[in-house]
């Protein structure tokens, strides 16, 4: 091929990998690696910008299953994935997002209504659980009683 045609061809412009995902950098055929050398000490500049290109597609780090956008890497660590940590609202332990509707099935401040009906006000659950046993072991057999003729 004679030096001109390979020139022009070298400066043509080329696009992000993930362009079709929104990414508008561009750069020339003759920063891309023709094929991959044993032993490159520097990137190209396509290498070095898909290593931080915002629209690639990474996986979570937390390991949740997610893939997503780079630049949609702070919202899906705070507030979509699953592996995040977030405090219990009602006993403020820290507990991995995924597993927050299983504490709350045993946790001792979550709010429950008087298993007696007697109240429009919710306990928490360690207190519903104490006061029902009480119910059960001194009122109830002290009620029977006074019936009892």
């Given amino acids: 091929?004679?030096?001109?045609?390979?020139?022009?061809?070298?400066?043509?412009r080329v696009k992000c990998s993930y362009h079709d995902n929104g990414c508008d950098w561009k750069g020339e055929l003759r920063e891309l690696p023709?094929?991959?050398p044993p032993t490159?000490?520097?990137p190209t500049h396509l290498q070095a910008h898909v290593q931080e290109c915002d629209y690639a597609v990474i996986e979570c780090p937390?390991?949740?299953?997610?893939?997503?956008?780079?630049?949609?890497?702070?919202?899906?660590?705070?507030?979509?994935c699953a592996r995040r940590m977030v405090d219990c609202q009602y006993c403020k332990k820290?507990?991995?997002?995924?597993?927050?509707?299983?504490?709350?099935?045993?946790c001792t401040n979550f709010p429950l209504d008087c298993p007696n009906g007697c109240s429009k006000?919710?306990?928490?659950?360690?207190?519903?659980?104490?006061?029902?046993?009480i119910i059960l072991t001194i009122a109830i057999p002290l009620r029977l009683k006074q019936y009892t003729p």
């Fill in 62 to 80: 937390k390991k949740c299953g997610d893939s997503y956008e780079r630049r949609f890497h702070e919202t899906h660590i705070t507030e979509d």
């Fill in 40 to 42: 490159q000490p520097h």
């Fill in 94 to 106: 820290e507990i991995k997002h995924e597993q927050l509707e299983e504490h709350y099935r045993a």
């Fill in 121 to 133: 006000i919710k306990y928490p659950r360690e207190e519903v659980s104490h006061n029902y046993t």
């Fill in 34 to 36: 023709v094929c991959p």
């Fill in 1 to 12: 091929m004679d030096k001109p045609l390979q020139k022009r061809i070298q400066a043509l």
